[in-house]
């Protein structure tokens, strides 16, 4: 599985961007696919996910109401719209898929929001 993160920029705090990950290869054994950030300095975590059912997300509180995470399952693609940015969500945010026996992880999109 390969996973192509897209969409990250510099945006003013209050901004908006929407990123997407694509996902090729054996996408059939993933189950389950999430964002995470990681900013300097700091350890990775996670943003929003998909459940490994599927049909729910989790999202982390310090983002709830301002992102939402999204998919299209026809593109194979998983998107996180960022709304409100602030400034202390300037990270490299990361796709992550988990398949049968394999994690995969996204190059990563710089998000910088300025004040």
């Known amino acids: 599985v390969q996973l192509v993160e897209s969409g990250g920029g510099l945006v003013q705090a209050g901004g908006s961007l929407r990123l997407s990950c694509a996902a090729s290869?054996?996408?059939?054994?993933?189950?389950?696919m999430g964002w995470y950030r990681q900013a300097p300095g700091k350890q990775r975590e996670l943003v929003a996910a998909?459940?490994?059912?599927?049909?729910?997300?989790n999202v982390a509180d310090s983002v709830k109401g301002r992102f939402t995470i999204s998919r299209d399952n026809a593109k194979n693609t998983m998107y996180l719209q960022m709304n409100s940015l602030k400034p202390e969500d300037t990270a490299v945010y990361y796709c992550?898929?988990?398949?049968?026996?394999?994690?995969?992880w996204g190059q990563g999109t710089q998000v910088t929001v300025s004040s």
């Open positions: 290869g054996s996408t059939f054994s993933i189950n389950f």
């Open positions: 998909f459940t490994s059912g599927g049909g729910r997300t």
């Open positions: 992550k898929a988990t398949g049968l026996v394999a994690v995969y």
